[in-house]
């Protein structure tokens, strides 16, 4: 019985992941997935925070790539590749470059209720805008709720955030990085 549960669980995963990546296809700009996109939010350009490992320095989340899927989204293909292409870097048991995650996000503010109405989603962290107009400068109030969707199993014990290693089997992970209950902007 659990057997024939955990099977069509891997089905319904990887149809719900199919769904999104033809979804994002017919939704997403001609330009398809790329690292380091300029992200419109409110007439004003973004990138996602993190390094500058963009093909001109611009800067992104290690391993990303992303297309805006409307005003408010934008959804990602998240590899198990580092900065500057460094090899392996979430994960030490999956092959160098696998596709380890579909992801959803949402651009909008951050508050308590938000943090528990996103994180009941799988949206379970979320990652800050900086300005491409101004360098260094974080959009003042909104950031970016990302829900990880694992197409596979593999050990997450890498990344910026070795410290949240667990195993990840197929579905939503709920334990990747889960900083969302960490106010932003940061409270002094």
């Given at each position: 019985?659990?057997?024939?549960?955990?099977?069509?669980?891997?089905i319904?995963?990887?149809?719900?992941?199919m769904?999104?990546?033809?979804?994002?296809?017919?939704?997403?700009?001609?330009?398809?997935?790329?690292h380091?996109?300029?992200?419109?939010v409110?007439?004003?350009?973004?990138?996602?925070?993190?390094?500058p490992?963009?093909?001109?320095?611009?800067?992104?989340i290690?391993?990303?790539?992303?297309?805006?899927?409307?005003?408010?989204?934008?959804v990602?293909?998240?590899?198990?590749?580092?900065?500057w292409g460094?090899?392996?870097?979430?994960?030490?048991?999956?092959?160098?470059?696998?596709?380890?995650?579909?992801v959803?996000?949402?651009?909008?503010?951050?508050?308590?209720?938000?943090?528990?109405?996103?994180?009941s989603?799988?949206?379970?962290?979320?990652?800050?805008?900086?300005?491409?107009?101004?360098p260094?400068?974080?959009?003042?109030?909104?950031?970016?709720?990302?829900k990880?969707?694992?197409?596979?199993?593999?050990t997450?014990?890498?990344?910026?955030?070795?410290?949240?290693?667990?195993?990840?089997?197929?579905?939503?992970?709920?334990?990747?990085i889960p900083?969302g209950?960490?106010?932003?902007?940061?409270?002094?």
């Amino acid at each position: 019985m659990t057997a024939a549960i955990s099977n069509r669980k891997t089905i319904l995963v990887s149809l719900v992941v199919m769904a999104l990546l033809i979804l994002t296809v017919g939704i997403a700009s001609a330009e398809g997935f790329t690292h380091a996109p300029v992200i419109d939010v409110d007439g004003v350009d973004y990138y996602m925070a993190g390094v500058p490992d963009g093909p001109n320095g611009e800067t992104d989340i290690p391993g990303h790539e992303w297309v805006q899927a409307g005003p408010n989204q934008v959804v990602g293909k998240h590899f198990n590749t580092g900065p500057w292409g460094a090899s392996q870097w979430w994960s030490s048991d999956a092959p160098d470059g696998e596709y380890l995650f579909a992801v959803h996000g949402i651009i909008d503010t951050w508050s308590p209720e938000k943090a528990a109405s996103y994180a009941s989603r799988g949206y379970v962290h979320y990652h800050e805008l900086v300005s491409v107009s101004i360098p260094h400068t974080l959009h003042p109030d909104k950031v970016v709720w990302l829900k990880h969707t694992a197409r596979t199993s593999f050990t997450l014990n890498g990344g910026p955030h070795s410290e949240f290693y667990h195993e990840v089997t197929p579905g939503v992970d709920y334990d990747f990085i889960p900083l969302g209950f960490e106010p932003y902007p940061e409270i002094p």
